[in-house]
């Protein structure tokens, strides 16, 4: 089968966020170092390639850059990672469906938070300051002018922004997980990924990258930085895990576990006697 139903697809989304909560911490940390990283590559390689566009392209920059993007979403989810934005949605959806404690799911989205400002910072500091990647010319000028629009949001739009990306995000992950093969899972993470990109929502984990590499530079605050984390973060938690994770459970699953509970209800009046009579 190339492609899973939807019904499949939550099944399996299920499965995967029990997976996710119960690895073992180490692994969850290397993982989701690694997915910081991936992130931070992939926008880096946005920067690099439309830092010196003509300013006459208008909105096509945007998209050019946006069409990079996505390798860092490909890696995470093909070659490996444990990314927040992901666990966002398939963490919730298993304890929605009540295969986790709700400690469960907030410890693991507690470490995956930290192991991914790590690997977004090692590689805003290393490749972006270090290196220099970021750190002179229009690589410059373009980190401290998209930092600058990211922090320019107050608190409810950051919220908000941080809902749109992460609905289209978790749909890019749902996407993936609905593919069996290596070519379909690409094609369902590039094209919401590249969407929230070109529409500029916040990326927790992308930001992690972006802000800091500009505070590096001189440019802004830690203040100011983690005043944009918050609402990023519970923004991008309340696209995953409501106008995704919750969504489809309501669709899907609870309506499988209503069925259950009904056959059960209706099965057992009518064993109770033909049981009695063995015993």
């Avoid at 996710?20 to 940390?29: E, G, I, T, W």
């Avoid at 920059?61 to 995470?76: D, E, H, K, R, S």
């Avoid at 009540?98 to 991914?116: A, D, E, Q, W």
Wanted: with cysteine; net charge neutral; proline share 4%.
């Amino acid at each position: 089968m190339a492609a899973k139903t939807p019904l499949e697809v939550a099944q399996y989304t299920v499965n995967t966020g029990i997976n996710k909560a119960q690895n073992p911490v180490s692994s969850v940390l290397v993982l989701s170092f690694l997915a910081g990283a991936f992130i931070a590559l992939g926008f880096l390689l946005d920067i690099r390639v439309i830092a010196s566009a003509p300013a006459e392209w208008g909105s096509l920059v945007n998209l050019i850059g946006a069409a990079v993007f996505p390798v860092g979403l490909i890696l995470v989810l093909i070659g490996g990672g444990e990314l927040l934005t992901g666990n966002m949605m398939a963490v919730p959806l298993a304890t929605l469906a009540r295969k986790l404690s709700v400690g469960s799911m907030l410890k693991n989205l507690t470490l995956v938070t930290i192991g991914n400002f790590l690997g977004a910072l090692f590689v805003a500091y290393a490749f972006g300051h270090v290196l220099g990647l970021t750190g002179e010319g229009v690589y410059l000028t373009k980190v401290v002018d998209m930092a600058g629009h990211k922090l320019h949001d107050g608190f409810l739009q950051a919220f908000i922004s941080g809902i749109g990306c992460n609905w289209l995000v978790a749909l890019a992950v749902w996407l993936s997980y609905a593919s069996d093969t290596m070519s379909g899972k690409v094609l369902g993470i590039w094209f919401p990924t590249m969407a929230f990109v070109a529409i500029g929502f916040q990326h927790v984990v992308a930001n992690m990258f972006l802000i800091p590499a500009a505070i590096f530079e001189g440019h802004y605050s830690w203040g100011q930085y983690i005043m944009n984390f918050i609402p990023v973060w519970l923004g991008n938690l309340t696209g995953g895990a409501l106008f995704v994770a919750a969504a489809y459970w309501m669709v899907y699953l609870r309506k499988t576990e209503t069925e259950v509970k009904a056959v059960v209800q209706t099965v057992e009046p009518e064993a109770r006697p033909i049981w009695s009579k063995q015993a």
